[in-house]
Nanobody, 115 residues
Framework: QVQLAESGGGLVQSGGSLRLSCAASGSTWNINVMGWYRQAPGKQRELVADISNRDSTNYVSSVKDRFTISRDNAKNTVYLQMNSLKPEDTAVYYC?????????WGQGTQVTVSS
């Protein structure tokens, strides 16, 4: 089992920045990919960015050049640096950790971008 604890959400004005953190605990040696998803009201959950244990990254097109995902393996923590935030980035952001067999989710953190 893997437990995930997210932090760093909040309210920010359009054009501002936030950094989300997700600390993993438990059976972290099994994790091969960690990522961030988001879900806005009335919309499906979507992948924002993910990073493999070889530091290969993947981003949804709407956040490329604005968001950066990174991973500190020594701390079992993944970060999402979000710059140039837009109102359409408003959502609950969820951390996910994937092993070869299972996926684990954090509780989510609210990000609200005001115009």
């Amino acid at each position: 089992q893997v437990q995930l604890a997210e932090s760093g959400g909040g309210l920010v004005q359009s054009g501002g920045s936030l950094r989300l953190s997700c600390a993993a605990s438990g059976s972290t040696w099994n994790i091969n990919v960690m990522g961030w998803y988001r879900q806005a009201p009335g919309k499906q959950r979507e992948l924002v960015a993910d990073i493999s244990n070889r530091d290969s990254t993947n981003y949804v097109s709407s956040v490329k050049d604005r968001f950066t995902i990174s991973r500190d393996n020594a701390k079992n923590t993944v970060y999402l640096q979000m710059n140039s935030l837009k109102p359409e980035d408003t959502a609950v952001y969820y951390c996910q950790a994937a092993t070869y067999r299972d996926g684990f989710w954090g509780q989510g953190t609210q990000v609200t971008v005001s115009s």
